[in-house]
């Protein structure tokens, strides 16, 4: 199962990268699937295991629950054991909760309710603001882009850990996902697939249609 050993900025049909860094793929996944699966999947379990320590019984809030982080961050919280609630639009919601969660928001109407324990915003910016103000004193936010400055104070004030997170190689993290995977806990949803060659138009694909879960090119 590939990982990333850094940002590499283009798309290639191979690569190098340390041996402790990748992982065997699963017979439960397709080499599509498998392809699919690292990036966004390691996000979410770094998110929700290594930074947040995520338990049974808390409660977890993700935004975006029909993304590519989101879908699996959704899944991923509820085989922790935890309450997840995620936020998606009108049109995602059913889909979001078929995936496990239990009970989805249409974000559109701003009602995110409180008291969480730990709160994952991949959105961040402005946004933590609110994330901030839904995740119990002494919760956690982690956030995958900067968070506002006045949401770092609310954070400061209110005792809440907020962590902007970038994901990093873990073959270990990996594993951990293909066990999950193997226990059919776990499913990375593919939206579409395009040849290596159409990747502009997938790129335009994503910008236009926000799809649920990921897009992937087949070399």
């Given at each position: 199962?590939?990982?990333?050993?850094?940002?590499?900025?283009?798309?290639?049909?191979?690569?190098?990268?340390?041996?402790?860094?990748?992982?065997?793929?699963?017979?439960?996944?397709s080499?599509?699937?498998?392809g699919?699966?690292?990036?966004?999947?390691?996000?979410?379990?770094?998110?929700?295991?290594?930074?947040?320590?995520?338990?049974?019984g808390?409660?977890?809030?993700?935004?975006?629950?029909?993304?590519?982080?989101?879908?699996?961050?959704?899944?991923?919280?509820?085989?922790?054991?935890?309450?997840?609630?995620?936020?998606?639009s009108?049109?995602?919601?059913?889909?979001?909760g078929?995936?496990?969660?239990?009970?989805?928001?249409d974000?559109?109407?701003?009602?995110?309710?409180?008291?969480?324990?730990?709160?994952?915003?991949?959105?961040?910016?402005?946004q933590?603001?609110?994330?901030?103000?839904?995740?119990?004193?002494?919760?956690?936010?982690?956030?995958?882009?900067?968070?506002?400055e006045?949401?770092?104070?609310?954070?400061?004030?209110?005792?809440v850990?907020?962590?902007?997170?970038?994901v990093?190689p873990?073959?270990?993290?990996l594993?951990?996902?293909?066990?999950?995977?193997?226990?059919?806990?776990?499913?990375?949803?593919?939206?579409?697939?395009?040849?290596?060659?159409?990747?502009?138009?997938?790129h335009?694909?994503?910008?236009?249609?926000?799809?649920v879960?990921?897009?992937v090119?087949?070399?």
């Amino acid at each position: 199962m590939p990982c990333f050993p850094k940002e590499a900025a283009a798309y290639s049909t191979h690569v190098l990268a340390p041996a402790e860094e990748i992982a065997k793929t699963p017979d439960s996944l397709s080499d599509t699937e498998a392809g699919a699966l690292p990036l966004a999947g390691l996000t979410a379990w770094q998110c929700l295991v290594r930074v947040a320590g995520v338990t049974m019984g808390q409660g977890v809030l993700i935004h975006g629950g029909a993304g590519g982080v989101g879908h699996l961050a959704v899944q991923i919280g509820k085989a922790l054991g935890a309450h997840v609630t995620a936020t998606a639009s009108a049109g995602k919601l059913a889909v979001v909760g078929a995936l496990g969660a239990d009970l989805v928001l249409d974000y559109a109407k701003g009602v995110l309710g409180d008291g969480y324990d730990v709160v994952l915003d991949p959105q961040s910016g402005a946004q933590a603001e609110l994330s901030v103000a839904a995740v119990k004193a002494g919760g956690v936010v982690v956030t995958l882009l900067e968070p506002s400055e006045a949401a770092k104070k609310a954070a400061l004030a209110k005792n809440v850990t907020l962590v902007n997170h970038f994901v990093a190689p873990d073959a270990a993290g990996l594993r951990d996902l293909a066990k999950l995977s193997e226990e059919g806990k776990l499913r990375v949803h593919i939206a579409r697939t395009f040849p290596l060659a159409d990747a502009g138009p997938a790129h335009q694909y994503l910008k236009e249609t926000r799809p649920v879960g990921k897009v992937v090119l087949l070399p």
